[in-house]
């Protein structure tokens, strides 16, 4: 269209629908990857230190932990503050753009709440079928 601004990380498809790529592509992977979403989340209850994040996600390795908080760190969502108190410690903080996940996440997190039983039919469904092929 004539005198339309392109978003430059934004492709049409042939049907014209818009596709993410680029630089909104990456950052989308890493909030929503496996760890991403469940750290910002419980970083928007209050401040942890690393052994706490450890023991609240159930089954995150300490490396798997150590890279998502770092690529969060990196993107600006998250702080990383060394305690003085003896011995020193490290604490993880969300920081005010993190916060700005905070309404979009728990907007998909009720989203789930509502929906699990009908995705779980669904899946219920699939299955049955699949063992049959």
């Given at each position: 269209?004539?005198?339309?601004?392109?978003?430059?990380?934004?492709?049409?498809?042939?049907?014209?629908?818009?596709?993410?790529?680029?630089?909104?592509?990456?950052?989308?992977?890493?909030?929503?990857?496996?760890?991403?979403?469940?750290?910002?989340?419980?970083l928007c209850r209050q401040p942890r230190?690393?052994?706490?994040?450890?023991?609240?996600?159930?089954?995150?390795?300490?490396?798997?932990?150590?890279?998502?908080?770092?690529?969060?760190?990196?993107?600006?969502?998250?702080?990383?503050?060394?305690?003085?108190?003896?011995?020193?410690?490290?604490?993880?903080?969300?920081?005010?753009?993190?916060?700005?996940?905070?309404?979009?996440?728990?907007?998909?997190?009720?989203?789930?709440?509502?929906?699990?039983?009908?995705?779980?039919?669904?899946?219920?469904?699939?299955?049955?079928?699949?063992?049959?092929?």
């Amino acid at each position: 269209m004539a005198g339309t601004s392109r978003k430059p990380d934004v492709r049409e498809d042939r049907a014209g629908h818009e596709t993410i790529v680029g630089p909104q592509r990456e950052l989308l992977d890493q909030l929503l990857d496996k760890w991403g979403q469940l750290l910002l989340t419980a970083l928007c209850r209050q401040p942890r230190r690393f052994n706490e994040l450890k023991r609240e996600l159930d089954g995150v390795t300490q490396k798997s932990l150590t890279q998502a908080l770092r690529r969060l760190e990196r993107n600006g969502l998250v702080e990383r503050r060394v305690l003085t108190q003896r011995p020193l410690t490290v604490e993880y903080r969300i920081t005010p753009l993190g916060r700005t996940l905070e309404e979009p996440f728990l907007i998909l997190r009720a989203w789930t709440v509502d929906h699990l039983p009908e995705v779980e039919r669904h899946r219920d469904a699939f299955d049955e079928g699949a063992g049959t092929l």
